[in-house]
């Protein structure tokens, strides 16, 4: 099986090292359309957007990129409890035909009361996911065609549609993030493909057959993916140093005030990303390869593989062995990492040519040739060196 890669656009901010200004990037248009760009031309399937309080809008930054790219799809982070759901499906439909159906919709209740009421929502853990089972409900139905009248306990919409459909059919697929109870059993009832973040490989299983079981109750089947960093280098040795590096420059006031904020939070999976490392730098290793150590700054994505080429590629299989088919990747700076993760693993996922979203035609990534013509003479032989990472 070949696994679903994407990206990762950084819109809320990029460089070398964690938790500092030292070598920082600034969320141009011009910087976030080059990983965009390369994302397609390297025949990732698509790119994560997130939303929140600290992100250029998810929504606007992926329209602009449309006519940017050619085949990339745009996961677009929305939260249910701050938009009408018929105005949500209008955008999505927009999007959709704009894009000649590259959208994919992540679904994100949001875990952070604070950063929630300065958008204007005051309920609690379990009333957001009543919000988001309402939303989903009326949102799935006027992109299937139906006129909606839904006298929720949150939501009151009368006669809602969707006169200008979409492309994708019923409605763009739906991605979703969460990982308490309440969280799971609406994504068994709604979505198409339940994330995790880079948890232990037992939790993973744990979770998996968890909304499994839910989803089978509700009749329904669930695709499953992750979210992780990764640190991929020719050696295990430099792949561990550039880890070191990465949060070289965070001073321990700056890792105790992100536990603070983090602990103002009532996402579960928040809680489970910080119980990986408990705020100290030791043992950051949390099974083999998977290393906690973004999260002692970041929120939400905070484990990352590590390693060499061949051991990272390992590391997927194994979670692909688990029931995970998509693989949302990041790491820092996105830039240059996007080609360095594309070069390193594709080949050894057999990502070819031939299964590449670009569908391998002349002219794109990996297409007519790839690296320098020797000699003025001799075009290299790709096909070659892909075998032989590959085997
Ligand atoms: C892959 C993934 C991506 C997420 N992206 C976002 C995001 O962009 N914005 C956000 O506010 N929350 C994001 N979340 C967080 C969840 O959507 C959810 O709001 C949070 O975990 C609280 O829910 P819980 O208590 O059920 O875990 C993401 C979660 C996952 C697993």
């Known amino acids: 099986m070949t696994p679903n890669v994407f990206w990762f656009i950084p819109t809320h901010g990029d460089g070398r090292y964690l938790g500092t200004s030292e070598a920082g990037r600034a969320t141009t248009h ?137 492309v994708q059919k019923p409605h763009p697929p739906l991605y979703f993030g969460g990982s308490s109870p309440a969280a799971q059993q609406v994504a068994a009832r709604h979505v198409d493909l339940y994330l995790t973040w880079g948890e232990h490989p037992d939790q993973v299983a744990e979770k998996i057959a968890s909304v499994r079981r839910l989803a089978e109750a509700e009749g329904r089947t669930m695709r499953f993916g992750i979210r992780l960093h990764v640190i991929v280098r020719e050696t295990e040795e430099q792949a561990w140093q550039d880890a070191d590096d990465l949060i070289s420059r965070v001073d321990e006031a700056t890792i105790a005030r992100t536990q603070q904020v983090f602990a103002r939070m009532d996402s579960h999976g928040q809680s489970r990303m910080k119980a990986l490392h408990g705020g100290s730098r030791e043992s950051l290793e949390i099974s083999p390869n998977l290393w906690a150590g973004v999260g002692l700054v970041r929120g939400g994505a905070g484990t990352a593989l590590v390693g060499d080429a061949d051991t990272v590629a390992q590391r997927i299989r194994e979670f692909e062995a688990l029931g995970i088919d998509t693989f949302i990747m990041s790491g820092y700076p996105h830039l240059e990492e996007a080609y360095r993760f594309a070069e390193l693993i594709f080949p050894r996922l057999q990502i070819t040519p031939k299964t590449l979203n670009s569908g391998g035609k002349p002219g794109d990534a990996f297409g007519a040739f790839s690296g320098e013509i020797i000699a003025n003479t001799i075009v290299p032989q790709d096909e070659t060196r892909v075998a032989r990472a590959a085997g």
């Open 30 to 166: 011009s910087y976030m359309r080059q990983v965009a760009q390369a994302a397609d031309d390297l025949g990732y399937e698509g790119v994560l957007l997130p939303t929140g309080v600290s992100c250029e809008d998810a929504w606007i930054v992926a329209s602009t990129m449309i006519p940017l790219t050619k085949r990339l799809k745009y996961l677009v982070a929305i939260r249910p409890g701050l938009m009408s759901p018929s105005l949500a499906a209008r955008m999505a439909a927009t999007f959709d035909r704009l894009s000649d159906g590259r959208l994919l919709i992540n679904v994100v209740t949001g875990g952070d009361p604070v950063e929630l009421a300065g958008d204007g929502l005051h309920v609690s853990h379990d009333e957001r996911y009543e919000i988001t089972d309402e939303f989903l409900t009326v949102w799935r139905k006027e992109l299937a065609g139906e006129t909606v009248t839904l006298d929720g306990k949150h939501l009151n919409i009368r006669e809602g549609r969707v006169l200008i459909p979409g």
